[in-house]
T-cell receptor, first 115, second 109 residues
């Protein structure tokens, strides 16, 4: 069973640029969630994708967007980068079935630094 | 959405039980309590979850009070490798997972 993987591991960008982060779900999972974790803080929910559609969003502006592909992998795109976007970006996958609680399995994260 | 309150940090002696409390006084009837831990900026690791009843697995036990307003995660025999930040999460609906600031557990030899 392959776990959740993310790429790249580290990334450095400058203010105003755009970035794309990638996530491969754990085998058999159909749902992907993205989180932002600033230094010393808990992860903050960005959004979730289920069946290739956004299915819930946290308090993040529209310049944070995403995609989910038919193989359930996902991308997080951030436009017009700001210094405060510097953080660890975590992807979590899970299997959704009606009526059941589901645990999320997290990837190792992508460390984004905005200069 | 229900929020959680946890102590900022706790110490525990190696080999002893670690009891990590969490307050979620605004929890509603269909919200689950989840516990995750995060070791040194790795991805969070799932530990256990529950709704009403106490739960136990190979990692830990989860004790939920009858009124569901608080819970305790118990690591029965803490080791140095259990040093981490532990997050108590109340899950609202299927698509919202809210982490707080967590408890930094320091296991000492």
């Amino acid at each position: 069973e392959t776990g959740v993987t993310q790429s790249p591991t580290h990334l450095i960008k400058t203010r105003g640029q755009q970035v794309t982060l990638r996530c491969s779900s754990q085998s058999g999972h159909n749902t992907v969630s993205w989180y932002q974790q600033a230094l010393g803080q808990g992860p903050q929910f960005i959004f979730q994708y289920y069946r290739e559609e956004e299915n819930g969003r946290g308090n993040f502006p529209p310049r944070f967007s995403g995609l989910q592909f038919p193989n359930y992998s996902s991308e997080l795109n951030v436009n017009a980068l700001e210094l405060d976007d510097s953080a660890l970006y975590l992807c979590a996958s899970s299997f959704r079935s009606s009526g059941r609680a589901e645990e999320q399995f997290f990837g190792p994260g992508t460390r984004l630094t905005v200069l | 959405d229900a929020k959680t309150t946890q102590p900022t940090s706790m110490d525990c002696a190696e080999g002893r039980a670690a009891n990590l409390p969490c307050n979620h006084s605004t929890i509603s009837g269909n919200e689950y309590v989840y516990w995750y831990r995060q070791i040194h900026s790795q991805g969070p690791q799932y530990i256990i979850h529950g709704l009403k009843n106490n739960e136990t697995n190979e990692m830990a036990s989860l004790i939920i009070t009858e009124d569901r307003k608080s819970s305790t995660l118990i690591l029965p025999h803490a080791t140095l490798r259990d040093t981490a930040v532990y997050y108590c999460i109340v899950r609202y609906n299927f698509n919202k997972f809210y982490f707080g600031s967590g408890t930094k557990l320091n296991v000492k030899p």
